[in-house]
C-alpha cells in the first residue's frame, strides 16, 4: 500500500516535457509510480483538473537568521517553495568569535536590509565555528529543506579580526591558509558552497564597503584551493563586473574545479552590461566550465509606503516630527491636518533622497488592484501627476493614505530600463539561468519579491499582456529541476521514481499573488512586507503537507541540506 497517491492531476514534471494527465504514487518521502491504477493508498488526493509539479528550489535567499526563529521560513513557503539556500553574496552568521556578532549584524542590516534589532534578539550566535552552525539549524524545527553556503565576509573578519572588515586590508600568507582551512572544514561539514560579494552596493549600516569588495587574487586562489580540496559546493558571487572582474571569477573557478553561480540583472546605468557578462558565461561555459546565472522574472522592486523602511518623504522635517507615532496615529494626523500636508508635498528638502526619489517618479507606480509588475510609463506617478496638472508629492502622498494608509508604491529598480520586461524574457530564456533573485528573508521593508514562484508560472504562462508569454513547461523546469541541478542537488526538482516527494499541486486558474502589506511579527516586533498567495491547493516536503489551501499544516519534515 502507497502512503499517498495524487490521482489525475495535469502533471508538469520538471523536466520540460509536456504536461500530462496521470497519477503519482508516494512512499517514505520519495516518488515511486507514475502512471494510471496504481493500486491502494492510506490517503488520495483528487487533483482532477490541477496542475501538479515538484516543490520550487530557491538558490537566493537570506534565511540565515530566521532559520533559527521561524521554522515555516515565510512568505518562501506560501508560494510553494520547497527547498531554500541561503548564505548568499557573502554575508551571513559564521563563523563567529565571541562578541564579534555585532559587526556581523552591522553588515546583514546595511547589505540586506534585515533590521539590527530584529538580529540581536532573534539570532541567539550560540556557535562559533561554521559546522556548529550547521548544528544548530540541523536541530531547528523546520518546515521545508535548507541549505546552508560560508559567506566570504563572516570569514574574512573572523580570521583577520577588525582588518578583516576593511576590504582594502589584505590578508597574509598565513591568514589566507586559516581561512581556507576553515572553509574546506565548513565544505566537509556540510555546506553548500562559498559566496562573496564584489559589489559597491553592498555596505554596512554605517557605511563601510563589503569585507569581500576587492579581495586580491591570492586570497581568492587560496579559497578556491581549499573548494578543490573539499572536492564540493559551489561559488555564488554578487559583483558590478567591472573591467576584468569575470576573469578573476574565471580563474577562482578553474582552480576550484567547482560550479560557479553568478547574480545576472540590468542595471539601470549601464543596462547593456548584463549582455556583456552573459557573454562571458557562455564562453566560459563554452571552454567546459560549469557557470550560471542567477536571474529574476519580474523587475527588482522598491516598496515605499507609510509603514516601509523608506518612502518619498522619509527625510522630510515634518515627517521625522512622527516619528513616535503609531501608524494609526501617523495616518489620523495626515487625514485631518491640512496643513501638514501641503508642508510634505510643497517645502521638499533638497537632499541626496528626496533628489533621488524625485528621479524615480517616473518608474514608479500605484499599486492597485491592476498592478501586474509590468506598468506602462503611462502609468506612472510622473505620467499621474503630469496628466492632473499636480505635483508627483501629492499623488504619491494621497496614494499611500489610501486603502486605510496601507497602499504601496512600487519603484521598478532593477531589470527594467526599458519599460517593460523584454530583458527578463530573454535571461529566462537563455539556457545558462536558473531562478535567484527572489531574496527570501531580507530587504524585509523595502523590497518582496519572494513571491517569485507564483508570479513566474501566473504571469509568464497565463496572464501577460504586454508581449509573448512563455510554456508553463519551459517555467516550471527553471524554477525546479534546473535551479536543482544548478546547485548540485540531484535528488529534486523532478516527479519521477527515486526523486524526493516534494509536490505542489495548484488551482493554476486561481493562482495569483495577494498585496503586498506591512507585517509587525519579527523578533523586537521588527516590521516586514510579506506577500501572500492564492492557488496553492497542497504543498508536500518529503511526501508530508505542509499547507493546504494556502495555510500551514503545522508539520515540519524539513531538513538541513549537507
Known sequence: MHDLIIREGNVVD??????RVTDIAVNDGIVTELGRKLGRARRKINAQGSLV????????????????WDPYLTPSSWHGVTTAIFGNCGVGFAPVRPKQSPYLINLMEGVEDIPGSVLAEGVSFNWESFPQFLDVLDDAPKAIDIGAQVPHAPLRFYVMGERGADHASEPTDSEITSMGVLLEEALNAGALGFTTSRTTKHLTRDGRNTPSLTAGEAELKGLALAMKRAGRGVLQVNSDFGRGEFEILRMAAELSGRPLS???LQVNNAPELWRRTRQHIHEARAAGLSVNAQVGCRPIVIMMGLETTINPFSTHPAWRDMADLSPAQRLDRLRHDSKLRRALVTQMPNDQHTRRVSQWMPRTYVVDEQFDYEPSSTKSIASMAL?????VW??????????????LLAHTFENYAEGNLEVVREMLLDE????????GGAHVCTVCDEG???FLLSHWARDRKRGARLPLEFLVKKHTLDSAIGYGL???????PGYRADINIIDFDRLRLRDAEVAYDLPAGGKRLVQRADGYLHTFVAGTEIVCNDEHTGALPGRLLR
Open 14 to 19: 520538471g523536466s520540460g516535457a509536456p504536461a
Open 53 to 68: 509539479t515538484p516543490g520550487f528550489v530557491d538558490v537566493h535567499t537570506h534565511y540565515d537568521g530566521q532559520a533559527t
Open 262 to 264: 553568478i547574480l545576472l
Open 387 to 391: 496628466a492632473a496638472g499636480r505635483s
Open 394 to 407: 501629492e499623488i504619491a502622498l494621497e496614494a499611500m493614505m489610501s486603502h486605510q494608509g496601507k497602499r
Open 432 to 439: 545558462a539561468s536558473i531562478m535567484g533573485l527572489g531574496d
Open 452 to 454: 517569485a514562484p507564483t
Open 490 to 496: 540531484p535528488d529534486r526538482g523532478l516527479l519521477s
